[in-house]
């Protein structure tokens, strides 16, 4: 879900969901509707946090919408229209023999790339 052509939400439920996520993970006071994720400190790994803490608390966003519009107005707009905002967590995946975690060698070279 993308947030273009959707009006950020600055005071709903979605919103001080976001609000707090961003502050816990990035370690900072207060966040505000207009404050981008990346602005604020966020990179590939405090991002893959984000999103799956709020899709443990229900909202369904993705990388790629904290990349491209990645205020938490804007992540609140897509959430809500995802329909997800109330839903609560989402259910439990299958396990997948697909879905194997990263080894060792892949989180080092990601780590290897963060640093630059």
């Known amino acids: 879900m993308r947030a273009e052509g959707l009006v950020p939400e600055e005071d709903t439920a979605e919103a001080q969901t976001l609000r707090r996520l961003f502050a816990e993970i990035l370690g900072i006071a207060s966040v505000g509707p207009d404050d981008s994720f990346i602005a604020l400190g966020g990179d590939s790994v405090t991002m893959l946090r984000l999103v799956t803490r709020a899709r ?3 909202l369904e966003i993705g990388i790629e919408d904290v990349f491209e ?4 107005g804007q992540l609140a707009a897509v959430a809500r229209a ?3 905002g109330a839903a609560g967590p ?3 995946m299958e396990p997948s023999a697909d879905m194997t975690p990263p080894s ?5 070279d990601i780590a290897a790339e963060m640093r630059g």
Request: glycine residues 22%; proline residues 6%; negative net charge.
């Open 56 to 58: 443990g608390a229900g």
């Open 104 to 108: 060792q060698d892949e989180l080092d």
């Open 69 to 72: 519009s990645g205020t938490v």
């Open 90 to 92: 989402p259910a439990a």
């Open 82 to 84: 995802a329909g997800n």
